[in-house]
């Protein structure tokens, strides 16, 4: 690691501005130290995989009615994917990201920052099992709606009630926690994809008519941490 | 007539290495005596003088402990430390600032 007592660029006398320079590259080599953004990037592609076969298999708890041809059934969502499975999935992720952080921390002798981001990603996945079971009981559109009569609006709370969407608006925090402008244009990338996948609607008749809405995040998580984990600056932790 | 910034600088944290010590101690929280030895590249004798000088003022904590069989340890920045790194901070700003102010007049 370059010293800056011993760099030879920057001068040996003490002037404020080479003072303020000092303290803001360290700042820096710091907050590049405590980065690991591969780790969280990884633990949500996995749980974006492990819910294909939750979506799949798990039991539809929510109310379902008789569809329009026989024996079939319309169902307002996978509650048990989304007010189960993946509020308890987020806790777990979150658990070992908190626990990858603090690992890092006593091996590299830094403090890490990750607590607020922990928080309120905690808090995002109790918000969506909470607006998931209320939104399957009082859905924004009646059953014989067709996706085409669905407002801006319904498509912007489904879009805010997502499991992917809550997973962006917590990295948007691990950008602003670890001052990080590539993770925030990766983010915002992440979230523009969620968007327009949400505003699709795929007409299937096959219980794996979804496996696009996770599989494309989870290759883009996925994607993200090997990008992370291959282009790190040095300085920040590698992965073990 | 205010007071020239230079006069609220203070000698214990106006030091290179000691601010150098205090803006990693900030970000980090809480840092390992062997991460700041190695980031200021400075020999453990010459750290160790800077860290004294700096909790004598009061301005670190500075615990000691194990991980395993290794000592660590740990410097962390107490609220007084905080305040004479914000303090320093502004007033090197407002240095530089009277310095450009002082220049611009000279140009004209």
Redesign the interface.
């Known amino acids: 690691m370059q010293s800056y007592l011993h760099d030879e660029s920057v001068p040996s006398a003490d002037s404020p501005r080479e003072l303020l320079t000092t303290v803001g590259e360290l700042t820096r080599r710091v907050r590049v130290a405590q980065r690991g953004t591969w780790f969280p990037l990884l633990a949500f592609a996995v749980i974006t995989l492990v819910a294909i076969p939750v979506e799949r298999y798990a039991p539809q708890l929510g109310p379902c009615r008789p569809g329009p041809e026989e024996g079939t059934t319309v169902c307002v969502a996978s509650v048990a994917s989304t007010a189960v499975y993946w509020p308890i999935a987020l806790m777990l992720a979150y658990a070992a990201i908190a626990a990858f952080y603090v690992r890092q921390s006593r091996q590299r002798g830094l403090g890490t920052p990750i607590r607020p981001y922990v928080v309120v990603g905690v808090v995002l996945a109790v918000l969506l099992a909470g607006a998931s079971l209320w939104l399957a009981y009082h859905p924004l559109a009646p059953f014989s709606a067709a996706p085409s009569e669905f407002t801006p609006t319904m498509h912007a709370v489904s879009f805010l009630v997502s499991p992917l969407t809550v997973i962006g608006l917590a990295l948007l925090v691990l950008a602003w926690v670890e001052r990080h402008w590539a993770l925030l244009a990766y983010t915002a990338v992440y979230l523009s994809i969620a968007l327009v996948q949400g505003s699709q609607v795929i007409e299937s008749s096959s219980r794996w008519f979804f496996l696009p809405y996770l599989l494309v995040p989870a290759a883009v998580l996925l994607l993200g941490s090997a990008a992370f984990a291959l282009f790190r600056p040095a300085g920040e932790a590698q992965p073990r | 007539m205010t007071e020239h910034p230079a006069n609220g600088l203070d000698d214990v944290v106006?030091?290179?290495?000691r601010?150098?010590i205090m803006?990693?101690a900030?970000?980090?929280?809480?840092?390992?005596?062997?991460?700041l030895r190695?980031?200021?590249?400075?020999t453990a004798g010459n750290l160790g003088q800077h860290l004294t000088v700096l909790e004598k003022a009061e301005l670190i904590q500075i615990e000691k402990g194990y991980?395993g069989k290794r000592p660590?340890t740990w410097v962390t920045l107490t609220p007084a430390g905080q305040t004479a790194l914000r303090a320093e901070?502004a007033h090197?700003?407002q240095?530089?600032q009277q310095?450009e102010q002082a220049e611009t007049t000279g140009d004209r």
Do not use: D, S
């Open positions: 106006h030091q290179r290495v601010l150098g803006a990693i900030h970000q980090a929280r809480q840092v390992e005596f062997g991460f190695t980031t200021l590249q400075l991980e660590r901070i090197l700003k240095l530089i310095v």
